[in-house]
């Protein structure tokens, strides 16, 4: 609520500081110009300052003429403050600010060929009022030998800004207000140039004004406005604009709108929350899917005809249309206004043309210059994957140096023309299969097949259908090895016996992989509800020694024995789950075989079917099989074809 004690005290104050209000006199070329002053010698905002005009100001006609606008400027009397933080403004709410806005009724007399007429406005807030005897003053000024009085007195009191005529005056036709009118600017621009009436001569009125515009052929904007304010307040030997032709506007040419970076070699670096930098992330790849739009065509406008004060037409050029910047890949929608990608990949505006690109290249090596690298396509890398970064493709994977200890993934091929050092923590994952030269301490995982060159040494390798290491060197030693149809190698295992190296076939990995977690949860449920069973055979045996249990205890009790049940029902998803894989598992139609062309070394433990044989003894070129629930070595089967043909272009 405003505190209306203090209002009051504060606009006693403050009428106390109107009565020592500063004026000052100023000029400029412009109005604006003579205001800044003025708020300048003040000390005031501009919002903040009332003024009156002096003198109008003139810019001039072809450069001549020039005159500068010429004011008195004072603080509005509802805005004086003292200069110590405007108080008024300041101990009351915004929101219930209290604006005063004062202004004293007008009234103006013009000499017409009707009579003397006379136009009186009503004030504005505590505004003084135009009075009756004001009115016959100014009438009188003017020479009106005869007044109506009572017209006048309702004049007055009506005070609608009107004309009305209420008396005569001897008129003198010699004596009329003077009338020039300058057409310049090309026809653009109509000044009128007035000089003032003699005595018992006529004043211009709006419609005289209007008419001789139109007699002199100037009909098109006319500042109708300007006109009516002009018979109120004339500017005497003064040009005044009274109309302005509008010019013509050329249409826009046609534009394209982007939906992408245009610029390759920018960079979106992330933030994280406490403000590090991530230089691994740095965006640098712009990936589009099928169907998107990249680019849109801005048409080009119509111009818009210009009309001079004589009604004069102006041609407008319309804007230029261009061509849709279609590339590789990209196709126009049926309004042929967007283009949209066809495939998935890399968008990029070359030659001004955009392509999306199915095979993203980098030069070099992936690392801190490229940072991740995530592709809706195929990626070629010339040099390595270093430590640390990570590789994502929608489609293949080709490295063709070394990939360390980082993160490769893509659905389809992964190809490591050298091969893979994984330091324990490098991982290579493909929906397909992975082709290398060699895998050392790394993760790899493959939808269909793992095909090395030289050598596996101490990794986890898993392969929905076979893993075949062919070649002069090839050989596995130390890790542990899944496929559902085959490990095939040169050598497998170590003469020495220190690392053991695990080859299982028979299963799907990924089953084998589920029920393992599933059964390790399993076993986690059940420590878990051995626990809570603990807990609540012990409240029911304090309950049945003292009849009855504290109401929290009570309450204890039934919370656990809700977690109880839930812990049962999960236990029995979990059973039914492990069931099910299991099913599956024991349902596999493959054979599975564990094969090896030169020797493989006691220590070697092969699991086909998931029953285990550990080799004791040396064997060579022989493949192991299940027959009739027994693990047996028969004659050595090598790979099918297809293991042993390499992917396009891959030479290992």
Not at 71 to 79: G, L
Not at 94 to 123: C, H, Y
Not at 169 to 179: E, G, M, V
């Amino acid at each position: 609520m405003i505190d209306f004690v203090k209002l009051q005290r504060l606009m006693k104050e403050q009428l106390d500081v109107d009565r020592q209000i500063r004026t000052v006199d100023t000029q400029g070329d412009s109005l604006e110009s003579a205001l800044a002053e003025a708020a300048s010698l003040l000390d005031m905002p501009m919002r903040r300052i009332e003024y009156e005009i002096v003198e109008h100001g003139f810019r001039g006609i072809l450069g001549s003429g020039k005159k500068n606008w010429k004011i008195r400027a004072y603080v509005k009397a509802s805005d004086q403050t003292t200069r110590t933080g405007h108080r008024l403004a300041d101990e009351i709410e915004t929101s219930e600010r209290v604006v005063m806005i004062n202004k004293d009724g007008e009234m103006f007399v013009v000499l017409s060929p009707e009579g003397a007429m006379l136009k009186v406005t009503a004030p504005v807030g505590s505004g003084k009022k135009v009075t009756e005897d004001m009115a016959i003053q100014r009438l009188t000024a003017r020479n009106v030998k005869t007044i109506d009085k009572n017209i006048v007195h309702a004049v007055v009191e009506a005070a609608e800004g009107k004309y009305v005529v209420v008396g005569s005056f001897d008129r003198n036709y010699a004596h009329d207000t003077p009338l020039k009118l300058e057409v310049t600017d090309f026809d653009m621009k109509a000044f009128i140039i007035v000089e003032p009436p003699g005595i018992g001569g006529c004043d211009l009125t709006a419609e005289v004004i209007i008419k001789h515009l139109r007699n002199n052929r100037v009909v098109v904007g006319i500042k109708n406005d300007v006109i009516e304010a002009f018979v109120d307040r004339p500017l005497y030997r003064t040009p005044v604009l009274v109309a302005e032709g509008s010019r013509e506007v050329n249409g826009k040419n046609a534009s394209i709108e982007y939906l992408f970076e245009t610029n390759q070699n920018k960079v979106h670096l992330h933030e994280s929350r406490d403000g590090t930098i991530d230089f691994k992330n740095l965006q640098i790849i712009q990936n589009v899917v099928q169907n998107q739009p990249l680019a849109k065509k801005i048409p080009a406008q119509e111009g818009i005809k210009g009309r001079d004060v004589r009604g004069t037409y102006l041609p407008a050029k319309d804007g230029v249309d261009i061509p849709l910047p279609l590339g590789k890949n990209v196709h126009v929608s049926e309004d042929g206004m967007t283009i949209i990608a066809d495939i998935n990949g890399q968008v990029m505006l070359t030659g001004n043309l955009i392509n999306v690109e199915p095979v993203f290249v980098v030069q070099g090596n992936v690392g801190l210059k490229t940072g991740n690298i995530i592709f809706l396509g195929t990626v070629e890398i010339t040099g390595n994957v270093e430590d640390g970064f990570s590789v994502k493709a929608v489609g293949n994977i080709v490295v063709n140096g070394m990939v360390g200890s980082a993160e490769v993934e893509a659905e389809g091929d992964v190809i490591v023309r050298q091969g893979i050092i994984g330091k324990t923590k490098g991982s290579v994952k493909a929906g397909k299969s992975i082709w290398a030269r060699f895998i050392e301490n790394a993760i790899i995982d493959a939808g269909n097949m793992v095909i090395v060159s030289d050598g596996i040494i101490n990794s986890k390798v898993d392969a929905y259908k076979r893993i075949v290491c062919q070649g002069k060197r090839a050989r596995i030693v130390g890790g542990r090895l899944r496929a559902s149809e085959e490990i095939n190698a040169l050598v497998i295992g170590s003469s020495s016996g220190a690392t053991e190296t695990i080859c299982e076939t028979g299963i799907d990995p990924k089953i084998k992989e589920a029920i393992e977690n599933l059964s390790s949860k399993k076993v986690d449920k059940e420590k878990e509800l051995e626990t809570l069973t603990t807990e609540i055979q012990g409240l029911i045996n304090i309950k049945a020694q003292r009849k009855s249990l504290p109401e929290e205890k009570e309450f204890l009790l039934r919370e656990l024995m809700d977690q109880k049940d839930r812990l049962n029902g999960d236990l029995q998803q979990i059973a039914k789950e492990i069931g099910e894989q299991q099913e599956i598992q024991d349902n596999l139609k493959t054979r599975g075989r564990v094969s090896v062309a030169n020797i493989i070394y006691p220590g070697t433990k092969i699991l086909i079917h998931e029953v285990p044989e550990n080799i004791r003894s040396e064997y060579k070129a022989v493949t192991f099989v299940m027959e009739d629930g027994l693990i047996r070595a028969v004659k050595y089967e090598p790979p099918d074809e297809e293991a042993t043909r390499g992917p396009e272009g891959y030479d290992g």
